[in-house]
């Protein structure tokens, strides 16, 4: 289908920009920020360090990398980009005219969350140490030239998750510091655990972390605590000792305090995280945020220390909210938007970024005292230039027990509601996330094809209190399958939906209940369940995730009858639906062995389907860029192919 001119196609994916973390210099006169492309001739992302007045002129390219960091007296900059011998390393840029780089690390594992000593004469940094176990056997000598297999990899334990898609790491991550001129780095911390965070002290003498409790534990990450660690000797001491996880310890600017987030060990698959304050040296802990039931994120201590600066998700929308050591919670910032805010200067000024529903994400800043945002950025104004997009309603509907749900409608640019139109509605994974009112170039894409779209955030979801997050536990899927129903329902109310042209999707978390869903309704012409579980049993045993365990109330070997009653494979029976399935062939977190299950049992009982198998894809199908392109138009040219439901139309509400 040929698209008016100005409406947003899948080809300006290709041109896409974003931009992320922008942070000021020490005298508040410049911002840096990173800025990602698309590299189309190498099929990836690509990202910058940029940088720009306060005031948002003069924005320009600075250097090739990531993760930049700002000097405490504003005269470098530290940033990660590729160098000798290979992979990531560490860099120093001098800012002033001559601009001179240095490589500063020469390392074999890539370093992440690099800090300034307070005198800017030391870095400190992440890196991940492989482990030196092995198991020695009496192998033969093999014969002169021979080319034996490769020795298998020994597994024994589960250690430090050091790849954000799902790799199993031989080894923990430490804490190291190496001169910020140059030289031999230094091992910090070393055991049996996994050090997270490189916080500086404010004297310079020690720097704060998380680590889990016990590093072999099967649900460690229920017990994480905070540490100090003594940069001369090595020697570590526990500031917190809870029964449950503390995380994010930030110092405040005098030394005084160290405020961090945690909350007591339950058994509930969601609990919102609370703010602490505790002296620095561990004593005299207290909550400050217990009232507000959303978990701050991104602490920033106000200048004079007068308390904590954080952001929180709540209803699709995240704003900036500041707590006083006495605990008094007050928002600063309003608005339908997604505002993440990573930096405030001495003089209260914040930059973030910003986006809405017709805005992607750009650079901001703002006074907090009197918080009017300005933006600084325009990066995809080329891309918008006489495009018409999409406009999004908020909805809210009452489901099952009268539970309300938020969603949102997303409707074609130049939309008549006398017409009819297909409808999509699409699932979010997890099931603890929180879908917002970012700007989303994948539904404006299905807009501007002539789909309306529906998204929502039933039971389960986050950004709507602890009890909203845990209604899900030992019931998923369960009653959120009613809340979606009600939602499609309530659109279809309406009277601009064509009800013979019903759509589902969801990846991950969204991929089990779209798969659930045609195992309970025949009311969608065509479902795409992406990278689902289909079959707890065969998935708990498979899956980098162990902690899914904790959504049923007993181990499948002691009694598996709730997950086979949770599993979308015993309702195959019942799927009429054409169901397409797309996984990542390299999926950890929900194997592509759970898309064959549901792909052999929707062949045996003669339901159209097809399986796409996508390559260079960990946990998702659209990390690649051409491989978000394609998910797109496989999806739709599915969608396209099939115009009604499946004749005998039945719809059903589970109650539990």
Same mark, same amino acid.
């Given at each position: 289908?040929?698209?008016?001119?100005?409406?947003?196609?899948?080809?300006?994916?290709?041109?896409?920009?974003?931009?992320?973390?922008?942070?000021?210099?020490?005298?508040?006169?410049?911002?840096?920020?990173?800025?990602?492309?698309?590299?189309?001739?190498?099929?990836?992302?690509?990202?910058?360090?940029?940088?720009?007045? *306060?005031?948002?002129?003069?924005? @320009?390219?600075?250097?090739?990398? &990531? =993760?930049?960091? +700002? #000097? /405490? $007296? %504003?005269?470098?900059?530290?940033?990660?980009?590729?160098?000798?011998?290979?992979?990531?390393?560490?860099?120093?840029?001098?800012?002033?005219?001559?601009? *001179?780089?240095?490589?500063?690390? @020469?390392?074999?594992?890539?370093? &992440? =969350?690099?800090? +300034? #000593? /307070? $005198? %800017?004469?030391?870095?400190?940094?992440?890196?991940?140490?492989?482990?030196?176990?092995?198991?020695?056997?009496?192998?033969?000598?093999?014969?002169?030239? *021979?080319?034996?297999?490769?020795?298998?990899?020994?597994?024994?334990?589960?250690?430090?998750?050091?790849?954000?898609? %799902?790799?199993?790491?031989?080894?923990?991550?430490?804490?190291?510091?190496?001169?910020?001129?140059?030289?031999?780095?230094?091992?910090?911390?070393?055991?049996?655990?996994?050090?997270?965070?490189?916080?500086?002290?404010?004297?310079?003498?020690?720097?704060?972390?998380?680590?889990?409790?016990?590093?072999?534990?099967?649900?460690?990450?229920?017990?994480?605590?905070?540490?100090?660690?003594?940069?001369?000797?090595?020697?570590?001491?526990?500031?917190?000792?809870?029964?449950?996880?503390?995380?994010?310890?930030?110092?405040?600017?005098?030394?005084?305090?160290?405020?961090?987030?945690?909350?007591?060990?339950?058994?509930?698959?969601?609990?919102?995280?609370?703010?602490?304050?505790?002296?620095?040296?561990?004593?005299?802990?207290?909550?400050?945020?217990?009232?507000?039931?959303?978990?701050?994120?991104?602490?920033?201590?106000?200048?004079?220390?007068?308390?904590?600066?954080?952001?929180?998700?709540?209803?699709?929308?995240?704003?900036?909210?500041?707590?006083?050591?006495?605990?008094?919670?007050?928002?600063?910032?309003?608005?339908?938007?997604?505002?993440?805010?990573?930096?405030?200067?001495?003089?209260?000024?914040?930059?973030?970024?910003?986006?809405?529903?017709?805005?992607?994400?750009?650079?901001?800043?703002?006074?907090?005292?009197?918080?009017?945002?300005?933006?600084?950025?325009?990066?995809?104004?080329?891309?918008?230039?006489?495009?018409?997009?999409?406009?999004?309603?908020?909805?809210?509907?009452?489901?099952?027990?009268?539970?309300?749900?938020?969603?949102?409608?997303?409707?074609?640019?130049?939309?008549?509601?006398?017409?009819?139109?297909?409808?999509?509605?699409?699932?979010?994974?997890?099931?603890?996330?929180?879908?917002?009112?970012?700007?989303?170039?994948?539904?404006?894409?299905?807009?501007?094809?002539?789909?309306?779209?529906?998204?929502?955030?039933?039971?389960?979801?986050?950004?709507?209190?602890?009890?909203?997050?845990?209604?899900?536990?030992?019931?998923?899927?369960?009653?959120?399958?009613?809340?979606?129903?009600?939602?499609?329902?309530?659109?279809?109310?309406?009277?601009?939906?064509?009800?013979?042209?019903?759509?589902?999707?969801?990846?991950?978390?969204?991929?089990?209940?779209?798969?659930?869903?045609?195992?309970?309704?025949?009311?969608?012409?065509?479902?795409?369940?992406?990278?689902?579980?289909?079959?707890?049993?065969?998935?708990?045993?498979?899956?980098?995730?162990?902690?899914?365990?904790?959504?049923?109330?007993?181990?499948?070997?002691?009694?598996?009858?709730?997950?086979?009653?949770?599993?979308?494979?015993?309702?195959?029976?019942?799927?009429?639906?054409?169901?397409?399935?797309?996984?990542?062939?390299?999926?950890?977190?929900?194997?592509?062995?759970?898309?064959?299950?549901?792909?052999?049992?929707?062949?045996?009982?003669?339901?159209?389907?097809?399986?796409?198998?996508?390559?260079?894809?960990?946990?998702?199908?659209?990390?690649?860029?051409?491989?978000?392109?394609?998910?797109?138009?496989?999806?739709?040219?599915?969608?396209?192919?099939?115009?009604?439901?499946?004749?005998?139309?039945?719809?059903?509400?589970?109650?539990?």
């Amino acid at each position: 289908m040929s698209l008016p001119k100005d409406r947003l196609t899948i080809a300006d994916y290709f041109n896409w920009e974003d931009v992320a973390a922008p942070s000021m210099s020490p005298d508040g006169r410049q911002i840096i920020y990173r800025r990602t492309w698309i590299d189309q001739l190498n099929d990836k992302r690509e990202s910058s360090v940029w940088i720009m007045n *306060a005031d948002g002129t003069k924005n @320009r390219f600075l250097v090739k990398g &990531a =993760d930049a960091k +700002w #000097s /405490p $007296d %504003g005269s470098r900059i530290a940033y990660v980009a590729p160098g000798e011998p290979g992979g990531a390393q560490l860099w120093v840029r001098y800012m002033d005219a001559e601009g *001179a780089t240095t490589q500063i690390t @020469r390392l074999t594992e890539a370093p &992440a =969350d690099i800090e +300034w #000593s /307070p $005198d %800017g004469k030391t870095l400190a940094f992440g890196m991940l140490v492989r482990g030196t176990d092995t198991w020695r056997i009496a192998m033969p000598t093999p014969p002169k030239g *021979a080319k034996w297999t490769e020795p298998p990899r020994v597994v024994t334990k589960v250690k430090y998750r050091a790849d954000r898609q %799902g790799f199993l790491e031989d080894g923990l991550r430490q804490l190291f510091t190496v001169p910020a001129d140059g030289g031999t780095p230094s091992q910090v911390t070393s055991g049996d655990w996994a050090a997270n965070g490189t916080t500086w002290m404010p004297d310079g003498k020690s720097f704060v972390f998380t680590s889990l409790r016990t590093a072999d534990a099967e649900y460690a990450w229920r017990q994480s605590d905070i540490y100090k660690v003594d940069i001369a000797t090595g020697v570590v001491s526990a500031l917190t000792s809870r029964n449950g996880p503390d995380n994010s310890p930030v110092p405040s600017p005098d030394g005084r305090f160290i405020a961090y987030t945690g909350y007591d060990s339950t058994d509930a698959t969601w609990k919102d995280a609370t703010m602490y304050v505790m002296d620095a040296d561990g004593k005299n802990a207290r909550a400050l945020t217990e009232k507000l039931d959303r978990s701050p994120s991104g602490m920033m201590w106000a200048p004079d220390a007068s308390g904590v600066y954080f952001n929180v998700e709540n209803e699709g929308s995240r704003n900036l909210y500041f707590v006083s050591l006495k605990g008094d919670v007050r928002q600063v910032t309003k608005g339908a938007h997604v505002l993440t805010v990573s930096d405030i200067n001495k003089n209260f000024m914040a930059v973030g970024v910003a986006t809405s529903p017709t805005k992607p994400n750009d650079i901001v800043a703002f006074d907090v005292r009197t918080p009017a945002i300005k933006q600084l950025t325009d990066v995809n104004g080329d891309v918008l230039a006489g495009k018409k997009l999409a406009s999004t309603e908020e909805v809210w509907y009452t489901s099952v027990d009268g539970q309300r749900i938020q969603g949102w409608i997303v409707k074609p640019a130049d939309f008549d509601a006398k017409k009819k139109y297909p409808l999509m509605l699409e699932i979010h994974g997890g099931p603890h996330s929180m879908y917002n009112v970012g700007f989303n170039f994948s539904r404006q894409d299905h807009a501007s094809n002539g789909f309306v779209m529906l998204y929502t955030n039933p039971r389960g979801s986050t950004g709507y209190g602890s009890a909203f997050g845990n209604a899900i536990k030992n019931a998923y899927p369960g009653k959120d399958y009613n809340d979606l129903m009600a939602g499609v329902d309530t659109v279809i109310n309406r009277g601009f939906v064509d009800s013979n042209r019903l759509y589902v999707f969801g990846c991950s978390g969204g991929g089990v209940l779209t798969a659930w869903t045609v195992g309970h309704t025949d009311r969608f012409a065509a479902a795409a369940s992406m990278c689902p579980v289909i079959n707890w049993l065969s998935f708990v045993g498979t899956t980098d995730g162990s902690s899914w365990y904790y959504n049923f109330a007993k181990y499948p070997w002691d009694d598996p009858s709730e997950h086979l009653k949770r599993s979308p494979l015993m309702y195959v029976g019942s799927v009429k639906t054409p169901t397409l399935l797309m996984t990542g062939v390299n999926d950890l977190r929900t194997p592509i062995s759970q898309t064959e299950e549901f792909y052999e049992a929707l062949k045996i009982r003669k339901v159209p389907t097809a399986m796409i198998r996508f390559n260079n894809e960990w946990h998702g199908t659209s990390s690649t860029p051409s491989n978000f392109v394609r998910t797109q138009l496989y999806l739709r040219s599915w969608f396209d192919k099939y115009q009604a439901p499946p004749k005998g139309q039945r719809v059903t509400q589970d109650q539990q």
